[in-house]
């Protein structure tokens, strides 16, 4: 069976290190990271990824502007944004415009996330 490919983007680093260790071991998923929106948006179009699980607030290039090239690349990408604040504008038009799928809340739940990544990649 062929593993399902996630992408983090997300300039964190221990929650991206959480992140990769929780989905590699409870998933059968290939998980990788990049720490900006610039190198999220190279590494998507390299890695082919089936879900991107994207911070909005990063150096170089924000989440918002990362989503945006990545659907203009590829219409059928699934993102997933995460903020830390609640009522982000950028997170909020993000999902207005329906570039991502869905809008997650930091601190991230490992369980809540789990059940919205498995519902993300069997969403059509």
């Not at 900006?36 to 909005?56: C, Q, R, S, T, W």
């Not at 944004?81 to 739940?109: H, S």
């Amino acid at each position: 069976m062929l593993r399902q490919k996630i992408l983090i983007i997300d300039d964190e680093r221990p929650l991206c290190e959480l992140l990769l260790e929780a989905l590699c071991m409870h998933g059968p998923y290939q998980v990788d990271h990049a720490p900006n929106g610039k190198e999220g948006y190279e590494k998507y179009k390299a890695f082919h990824p089936d879900l991107v699980v994207m911070d909005i607030h990063m150096p170089q290039m924000d989440g918002y502007e990362s989503s945006r090239r990545i659907k203009a690349f590829d219409p059928r990408a699934k993102i997933l944004v995460v903020t830390g604040n609640a009522t982000d504008v950028r997170a909020r038009q993000a999902v207005k415009e329906g570039i991502v799928l869905k809008l997650l809340q930091k601190p991230i739940r490992l369980r809540e996330l789990s059940r919205v990544i498995e519902d993300s990649l069997t969403f059509t």
